[in-house]
Nanobody, 117 residues
Framework: QVQLVESGGGLVQPGGSLRLSCTASGISISIYRMGWYRQAPGKRRELVATISSGGSTNYTASVKDRFTISRDNAKNTATLQMISLKPEDTAVYYC???????????WGQGTQVTVSS
């Protein structure tokens, strides 16, 4: 059974930092493109960042220079380091693992990030 489990969410003040982790079981993430998405209340789920199996990264414009995606294949974990957080970053953050052109896609259950004073 494949599971992606996110952790590290919580409440943080504007300007603060959080580090999200996504730990996989049942698959080896080394062959998967790993991604972080988020969904704010009343909005569609949107891409935040992806990292290919080779380590190439891609970010949505609103988080570039503030968020960093990384992967540790040995630990079967993908991480999203977030700094300079803004209230508009408030959302449920989801991890996913993709193989091929969406041939195989797995999702985690999500972790809440709230940025508020």
């Amino acid at each position: 059974q494949v599971q992606l489990v996110e952790s590290g969410g919580g409440l943080v003040q504007p300007g603060g930092s959080l580090r999200l982790s996504c730990t996989a079981s049942g698959i080896s993430i080394s062959i998967y493109r790993m991604g972080w998405y988020r969904q704010a209340p009343g909005k569609r789920r949107e891409l935040v960042a992806t990292i290919s199996s080779g380590g190439s990264t891609n970010y949505t414009a609103s988080v570039k220079d503030r968020f960093t995606i990384s992967r540790d294949n040995a630990k079967n974990t993908a991480t999203l380091q977030m700094i300079s957080l803004k209230p508009e970053d408030t959302a449920v953050y989801y991890c996913n693992a993709v193989w091929g052109a969406n041939v195989i896609v797995y999702w985690g259950q999500g972790t809440q990030v709230t940025v508020s004073s």
